[in-house]
């Protein structure tokens, strides 16, 4: 539990909270729409939930939305699922993401980086054009609002392009990244049934060169419904037969023509992990996108046009949607493509220098990883434009905070931010004009009313619970594809407490408003009764310098007894002797809890972890619980495959 009065580590000064775009929006909207003039961002919030039209209205024209058609009213239905937003209206996302062209033409949009580090800029004019010329092509290819566009690239200005056309001709886009096995890529596009597919030649990472050309024969098989297949040649080689040429789409000096569609259109498909089944194809609108984007990347964010925009992510991961959405707001977005530790692990800090990122994000495994390995960035590289490090795939530990704050700056805003695929945006993380406390993030997001709810569904404060929103948000889901009665979309959310979005994370929620995060409460581990998140446990073990990585399952038995096992991957020349086993059991007891020291603490070859990073807990578990490796896992999810043989067999020598 965190203290009642900490001392932050961090607070805005009166400049920074005078400058930030959501204090003027503020101010604008008490006056126009009745918001709190007082009382900050608590009572600005407060608003934000209660009025929750109003707040989504003043939003819209505040970032002066463009509304072809007008809408009847804000929500006609805010029944979750099914919320209806804006009916009425029509109006179209990449239209929005290339508005600066007009003011800025010869400025950058896009930066692109690989592992050169050197960056190449591609200008609003330029990327207009592109996105235009392809756009056209699109149509001349018989793409249709509603026909899904698929690509299997990397994080490169190509990718922005293709799906900007998408949206401008009002098609349905989805991505994976080139890392992705044909099988995972399968699972995910035969459920959508694309007409066209963006493929690339091959990638480079750490170094190397990988080709893709057998995966990409092997999808274009695969995929019977695809009228087109467009070859990028990021290796340089010839293009396939029957391929169309990247080139050859996008030469053209044609002005974009943007299809006005319904608020609630689908703009893309994302995907869960799908560790366990088939991965969820999880659909999102053009409008609503457009709004939660505007409000997260503009408001909480505080970016517009004299910003860049760096977060190390791919294409394969909500978080690089949320990065293009950068363009919205007018700021110039960098894509990394390459491994984000070549040829060092330094490698992200210096493309923050090298672009003059003023909002650096990354994951929180990364910044550990560099606290780790010693890396001063601070000292090494000039990271004055850097005003932020945001960090999310899972919570950052307080050491992270503390690190971040001693190594690159003590003026830093540090913004630990959680959301989730589901809604491709955030429910509680950065607020410009709030202080930071360790270990914490800052505060619920803006029109979310996140709350933490005991098992009967009561909210509690300053408690452990389940993460809740009570409200409905625009960026979630308008339905999952291939769920015709919405069952598995429905039961994925609201089956624990109808009518309301249940998460599947353990929060506290401070009195002082702050969000602590725990980890997914299905992998909670509960002994006699004491409820506690599988992150507070790795970020008290893995400050050991001879734990890599950790991973920790409760499994009920039985007999009614709880066995649970940690998992330690260790770092190179440590071995898992006597003293370390009694160092790692004395850290659990006295940073977290007696009651929950490890029944076994077990070295394993690695930890596995999903396509997108995350520890896979709940497959182990299952596999632990006797479930057979091809049930309790989807093998094309995991990065590799056969760590998972350990614990398959682990399990049947306890059987």
């Not at 900050?40 to 970032?63: I, M, N, P, Q």
Request: hydrophobic share 40%; charged share 20%; glycine share 8%.
């Amino acid at each position: 539990m965190t203290p009642a009065n900490p001392t932050p580590l961090w607070q805005p000064d009166a400049d920074r909270i005078a400058r930030a775009q959501i204090t003027r929006f503020q101010a604008w909207a008490a006056e126009r729409h009745g918001a709190p003039a007082e009382g900050g961002y608590a009572a600005l919030h407060r608003w934000s939930v209660d009025e929750l039209d109003t707040f989504w209205k003043a939003v819209t024209e505040w970032f002066d939305v463009r509304f072809s058609t007008p809408y009847t009213r804000v929500l006609g239905d805010r029944s979750m699922p099914g919320a209806q937003w804006f009916p009425g209206a029509t109006l179209n996302y990449a239209e929005h993401a290339l508005r600066a062209s007009a003011a800025r033409p010869d400025e950058p949009a896009l930066l692109a980086v690989d592992e050169t580090h050197e960056p190449r800029p591609v200008t609003w004019a330029e990327l207009r054009r592109q996105v235009g010329s392809l756009a056209a092509e699109l149509r001349a290819l018989g793409v249709r609002p509603g026909d899904r566009v698929s690509a299997y690239v990397p994080n490169i200005p190509q990718a922005v392009v293709a799906l900007l056309a998408t949206a401008a001709v009002g098609g349905v886009w989805t991505s994976c990244a080139p890392d992705f096995g044909a099988r995972s890529v399968l699972d995910r596009f035969q459920q959508v049934e694309p007409v066209v597919l963006f493929t690339v030649d091959g990638y480079r990472y750490g170094g190397k060169e990988h080709d893709r050309r057998e995966i990409v024969a092997e999808l274009r098989r695969e995929l019977p419904t695809l009228r087109a297949v467009v070859h990028i040649p990021l290796l340089g080689t010839d293009t396939p037969e029957g391929a169309l040429e990247w080139s050859d789409l996008t030469s053209a000096d044609t002005e974009p023509v943007f299809e006005q569609v319904p608020f609630d259109h689908p703009l893309w498909v994302l995907y869960s992990s799908g560790t366990t089944g088939l991965p969820k194809a999880i659909v999102q609108s053009q409008g609503g996108i457009l709004i939660e984007h505007l409000k997260q990347i503009g408001l909480h964010c505080d970016l517009g046009p004299e910003d860049r925009f760096f977060w190390y992510t791919s294409t394969g991961w909500m978080m690089w949607n949320f990065l293009v959405s950068g363009l919205l707001t007018g700021t110039t977005i960098v894509l990394y493509d390459g491994s984000p530790g070549h040829p060092d692990t330094g490698a992200q800090w210096r493309i923050a220098e090298r672009t003059g990122a003023t909002l650096f994000g990354t994951s929180a495994a990364y910044v550990m990883a560099c606290r780790k390995a010693g890396v001063r960035p601070g000292r090494d590289h000039d990271l004055t434009r850097v005003r932020c490090v945001a960090t999310t795939g899972s919570p950052l530990p307080p050491d992270g905070f503390s690190w971040l704050h001693d190594e690159v700056r003590d003026d830093l805003w540090i913004a630990s931010v959680s959301g989730g695929t589901d809604v491709c945006s955030c429910f509680a993380g950065a607020v410009p004009t709030l202080p930071v406390y360790i270990g914490e993030l800052q505060a619920p997001c803006l029109g979310t009313d996140l709350q933490s709810w005991d098992p009967s569904g009561r909210p509690v404060v300053d408690e452990v619970g389940e993460l809740v929103v009570t409200n409905p948000m625009p960026s979630m889901p308008i339905r999952f594809w291939n769920d015709p009665d919405g069952s598995r979309y429905h039961d994925s959310y609201f089956d624990m407490y109808p009518g309301v979005w249940r998460h599947g994370d353990w929060i506290t929620v401070t009195s002082r408003g702050s969000v602590v995060i725990h980890g997914r409460s299905d992998s909670t581990l509960n002994r006699q009764g004491v409820r506690m998140g599988s992150a507070d446990i790795y970020e008290a073990v893995e400050r050991l310098p001879e734990i890599k990585e950790s991973l920790v399952i409760g499994i009920e038995q039985p007999d009614g007894g709880y066995w649970m096992p940690l998992f330690v991957h260790l770092a190179p020349g440590a071995a898992l002797d006597e003293d370390l086993v009694h160092r790692i059991k004395r850290t659990i007891r006295e940073q977290l809890s007696p009651r929950h020291l490890p029944d076994e603490i077990i070295e394993v070859p690695g930890i596995p972890h999903t396509l997108t990073g995350k520890r896979i807990e709940v497959p182990v578990k299952r596999l632990l619980q006797g479930t057979p490796l091809e049930k309790a896992v989807n093998p094309g999810s995991i990065d590799d495959l056969d760590l998972l043989h350990f614990y398959e067999d682990l399990a049947r020598k306890r059987a």
